[in-house]
């Protein structure tokens, strides 16, 4: 028998998420004004903050998530950082993917900002559920990690 979720593990990813909008925010605006001023084109100059503005945001929220919200299921994890990170980065781009898809099927018939914000609601259950079950993992009850040879009789 598993153990249930925390209660409190919703609302610390939402915690590490509103974090991450900052981080994301934050970068993006030194993208466009400080670091890649030199770049001569608008679109460009302003993809490259956006891109580096979502990399930031989307390591911190990993960083956070890993080491307070999921912060129990760590240590048994015998994958390293780098491949729970890419998971993790999956799951964020099939919930952008999932949000994008559902703000256009619910703008064809509500208004855009509100059928946005469902979708955003949906795409966060999705993602956190996704991190919950597959970049984090739910630990077995009961299975201890492995930690060297066993000191039964051999």
């Known amino acids: 028998m598993t153990s249930p979720v925390p209660e409190w593990r ?8 509103a974090g991450g909008m900052l981080v994301n925010v934050g970068v993006l605006y030194l993208g466009e ?7 001569a084109s608008g679109a460009v100059r302003l993809d490259c903050a ?3 503005a979502i990399f930031s945001a989307t390591l911190h929220n990993f960083l956070w998530n890993r080491r307070w919200t999921w912060r129990d299921r760590v240590t048994p994890f015998p ?5 729970q990170f890419a998971r993790y980065a999956l799951a964020c781009w099939l919930a952008i993917g999932l ?17 946005n914000v469902l979708a955003i609601l949906a795409a966060s259950v ?9 970049t ?7 299975i201890a990690p492995v930690r060297g040879r066993s000191s039964g009789a051999g």
């Open 136 to 142: 984090f993992g739910r630990r077995r009850v009961g």
């Open 79 to 83: 994958q390293p950082a780098w491949a």
């Open 50 to 52: 956006l891109a580096t």
């Open 126 to 134: 999705c993602n956190f559920l996704a991190h919950d079950l597959w």
């Open 99 to 115: 949000q994008f898809v559902l703000t256009r099927l619910l703008a064809a018939s509500i208004q855009y900002l509100i059928a």
């Open 33 to 39: 004004q400080w670091l890649f001023t030199r770049v």
């Open 10 to 17: 919703w609302l610390k990813f939402c915690i590490v998420g």
